[in-house]
DNA sequence: CTGAAAGCGCTTACAG
DNA sequence: CTGAAAGCGCTTACAG
């Protein structure tokens, strides 16, 4: 590898100098030495050591993200947005599936933590989350911003409001005339779950319908589990239900698929709404009413707010993003 | 931040001494110092900064994974198996999302070089690819593995058969009795479309049928592209199409979202066949049978082989993996 | 405007 | 078994 040594010798100046023009610092180098010089990087094909570079500056350009598993389809908009900011703002962004698992989430921010990067995006974690955070953000100074909802109170969060945009997509059922919605919940550790079926309950409440224990069906965030949430709904005590809120896409779908297999039609025999508004859900057939979530943006925020954090600039404790109800042809 | 320093000073011992016991190595310690070291280094808290082993050992343990486009459903599976390996390997991957745009491949490719990372997984290039290689890899000792096509004889490569399957795809529809087949294709520059279109023409003549030129229908691997399709399809001339064999599963569920508008049945009306089986395929209604091409797989192995060559071994030049038809509901 | 030298935090011959 | 010292490739006061 050719290292600054090599681009001195060659052009003639001291390492300093050198390094002076790559830094393009205020320092002045006079016109002819700098051409000179970037000449000789050229001709010798020079990148400059980062691991050099960065072990004097402590710093690194790299940012590390913890996402659960990209093969939700809620995480690629996420991972896009981290990183066409990242790259807009100069850094470079190591990718971390955690699998929702504590262990790996550690291992994980072991390597971070050798790897000197800067910050930290961290999204998706739930239970996992607050057994980290206890461990590893209170006891290290690497700037962190979490998507989602944090438990700890020091930690920038970007959000968006889980609570009210369920209320909205509930609500949205009731004045369609609903009296009998059932909710595919999440993860029983998510706390976005949480907030998506403490909307639902709100929303029924204020209208005069009290939430029934078996119109709430666990679910898990998957496919299947939406799927499956169907064979269960046919057992709920003698009344018919009219509307179904999925408390993401993927369940909504699942939903769909056995619905049709069952000779049910979506949205006149029943309703379907789902929540995130994953490129998928304009795909599928009806396509899907839901709650669109900035995803994209998100991410983009996040790292923003990171960059913000790293530059030293005050950072507002919780940003949260709007949602928006999109109704398509599900409901 | 504590370093190597503080900790030999905790432990009363020599830096020499905690490197030793950090790095595991040969050279003996005698347990009792081990022991203290040890303990120094939990007190303490310390990590070994990364940067400044890496470097001293020139590597870093940090691969550069280069996609197109994490949105598209493909590559989440790769970037998982990539992942997943690297995880298994002791690597860290950076990952680049190059949206199929030379300047910014280039870009990543620069960076990569700054960070002195380890390997390089390049994917899904088609026509930047090319551009990129003889500028790059020619120019450069950065170990890299191509997964799809390589147009370097020099660069291992991961890949699938596409004319062999795409020929299985096509002589499946052909002995359930179809004649007139219509293709979906993938951008023209892609090697992976130009390989499953002579797929498509060979299994087409070797079964007595003249392909058509009005057959094939340009498409770009996108959904929206596989739905535009079939707006053109009722403009192929007066013949009846039976069936469609399209490049790639986002174009096949575009298709029969449009036929479905259309009020045309599949595969009542009209058969659907699509290629690699992301998970969308089985979520859709009806289930689309497609070409099995084991993505994760193709990351896993060329990471794999990534950490063989790092490694210094021999490693064959092309690795081809094998792919299924997998029949469900659409043929 | 230019350069010699110290230092970032490690690893590894070399010496004992 | 243990340690002093050189060196990896940069940046940046400090001096001129």
Known sequence: MVTIKDVAKHAKVSITTVSRVLNKTEHSVSPETKERVLNSIR????????MARGLHLNRTKTIGLIIQDISNP??????????????????????????????RTTKYLNVFREKRVDGIIFTGGGVVKDAVEENFFEHTHIATVVIGKS????????????????????????????????????PEESTTAIDR?????????????????????????????????????????????????????????????????????????????????????????PTLSTVTVPIYELGRTSMKILSDILAGHEVSRITTLPTKLTLRGSD
């Open 74 to 103: 809620y995480y690629p908009s996420i991972v896009r947005g981290v990183e066409d900011s990242a790259q807009e703002l100069g850094y470079t962004v190591i990718l971390a599936n955690a699998y929702r698992s504590r262990d």
């Open 151 to 186: 438990c700890n109170v020091k930690i920038p969060t970007v959000q968006v409001n889980n609570v009210q945009a369920a209320w909205e997509a509930c609500e949205h059922l009731l004045k369609l005339g609903h009296k009998r919605i059932v909710t595919i919940t999440g």
């Open 43 to 50: 001709e010798l094909g020079f990148y400059p050591n980062a």
């Open 197 to 285: 079926l403490e909307g639902y309950n709100q929303a029924l409440i204020h209208h005069g319908i009290t939430p029934k224990d078996e119109w709430v069906i666990q679910g898990n965030f998957e496919f299947e589990s939406g799927y499956k949430a169907i064979e269960r709904l046919s057992e709920v005590g003698g009344e018919k239900i009219t509307a179904i809120f999925a408390q993401n896409d993927m369940m909504a779908i699942g939903a769909m698929k056995a619905l049709e297999e069952k000779g049910l039609k979506v949205p006149e025999d029943i309703a379907v709404i789902g929540f995130d508004n994953i490129p998928l859900s304009s795909f599928v057939t």
